[in-house]
């Protein structure tokens, strides 16, 4: 059996290396994010470069191009809605499925997007003031990398196959 490949490594890229891409859309992504999630209204300067590093993130990672353009915009919107607070955490999912549409996984592995979505319906019952966003993002990007590495191993996984060696019923005649 043939060992199992990121869908995107085999893209034809048409400049630069696909490990840096991907290092550097994940380091501008959340960092874009942590930037606009620092600024206020004495420095609006901060909402400018954290949107564009995480537009810029986004237009790097090695994917085809048109899940790049579809996933930046709701990406981009979610980090304002989540200037709202740690009440406005569970909208991280947007951002989370975008990611699976930019990594090119199965529809199967999209139910790992239920992890960050109750992560964000619990964590608003225990940080609901601005002082408990830190820990509502720490948190809530651990859950993340590990959806993440969840929805990863479903897609390394061949879908269920015909075992029981029965002729598969055909649909055509």
Aim: proline share 8%; hydrophobic share 50%.
């Amino acid at each position: 059996m043939p060992s199992w490949s990121e869908p995107t490594r085999s893209l034809p890229l048409r400049w630069g290396d696909y490990n840096d891409r991907y290092v550097f859309g994940i380091v501008l992504i959340v960092g874009g994010g942590i930037q606009l999630q620092g600024s206020n209204t004495w420095t609006l300067g901060f909402l400018l470069v954290g949107v564009l590093a995480h537009v810029v993130g986004w237009s790097i990672l090695p994917a085809r191009g048109w899940t790049r353009l579809v996933a930046v915009v709701p990406a981009t919107a979610e980090l304002w809605l989540l200037l709202a607070g740690p009440l406005a955490v569970w909208t991280l999912v947007i951002p989370y499925l975008c990611w699976l549409l930019v990594r090119g996984r199965p529809g199967r592995s999209y139910l790992t997007a239920l992890l960050p979505l109750a992560n964000g319906v619990i964590l608003p019952r225990f940080f609901t003031e601005m002082s408990g966003m830190l820990p509502a993002l720490v948190i809530t990007l651990t859950v993340f990398v590990g959806s993440a590495w969840l929805a990863r191993a479903i897609a390394s996984r061949p879908a269920r196959t015909n075992r029981t060696n029965l002729p598969m019923p055909s649909l055509s005649r």
